[in-house]
């Protein structure tokens, strides 16, 4: 309960229309409805992204510095993959409707649709999620200072990041040359319908291996045992005591939710 709120004002809000609110939309089938306490001046301590995507578009890498997700399926599948800063292993979820991941505040992640009318309900534990996308860190950091600090070559870094013109949010861009997605899939069904079959059979909230990409319209592979809330392993050095043990008191960066 918000404890600054009066309940007898004529302007309290109990109800809203998510439709009404849209933060972000790549095209029909792929887009992004919010509900904060700006659109709900009652909801309190919580905060919720609408999601929906067709196969094999993504929802960019990014962090909340100042909020938890639980990323509930409603329908479809996804994968969901989130980085331990404690142990420099990048988790691997593949999700179907009524399974969650969650996501501790701060943590790196994306979500990537494995078939088409995937509809994911990501909540927060904060009024507005704020939120820094890896594209704004790639196409806002100078190139100079990348390039001097990586020991990359200058020019092809400002080359390759030439295209970064804007935050991406849903992925692949729509006007990338060589997108493999172009919105939906060949075979997307209209909306309302039901979630299309996978080809093959997939293990629910599977773990996947940490050298193991999803690429672009590659179905899970089925033989794997379903092992849950397993941590993957991996040979990658641990991060040094104190590495992730950070306040989250300054605020970098608060999207316009």
Not at 144 to 163: G, M, R, S, V, W
């Amino acid at each position: 309960m918000t404890s600054y709120m009066d309940y007898t004002s004529p302007q309290t809000e109990f109800a809203y229309d998510l439709n009404n609110s849209t933060f972000f939309k790549k095209d029909p089938y792929n887009y992004i409805n919010l509900l904060s306490v700006k659109q709900l001046n009652t909801l309190g301590n919580s905060s919720l992204l609408d999601i929906y995507l067709s196969k094999s578009n993504v929802v960019e890498p990014h962090y909340h510095q100042n909020a938890s997700e639980l990323v509930y399926c409603i329908s479809g599948s996804a994968e969901i993959a989130l980085m331990n800063p404690f142990t420099n292993e990048f988790l691997h979820y593949l999700v179907q409707p009524a399974q969650v991941v969650n996501i501790p505040q701060g943590w790196w992640h994306y979500e990537m649709a494995t078939v088409d009318n995937t509809h994911l309900l990501a909540i927060f534990d904060a009024p507005i999620p704020e939120v820094i996308f890896g594209s704004d860190i790639l196409r806002l950091t100078p190139t100079n200072i990348l390039a001097y600090t990586y020991c990359l070559d200058q020019e092809k870094l400002e080359n390759a990041l030439a295209p970064l013109k804007d935050t991406v949010i849903l992925g692949p861009p729509s006007n990338c040359s060589y997108n493999p997605v172009q919105g939906q899939s060949k075979n997307m069904q209209k909306p309302n319908q039901a979630p299309m079959q996978q080809q093959a059979p997939v293990q629910s909230n599977q773990v996947l291996q940490s050298n193991q990409v999803l690429q672009p319209n590659q179905t899970l592979p089925s033989n794997k045992a379903y092992q849950p809330n397993q941590a993957i392993q991996s040979n990658q050095a641990k991060p040094n005591q104190g590495y992730y043990n950070q306040m989250y008191g300054q605020q970098y960066y608060q999207h316009p939710y």
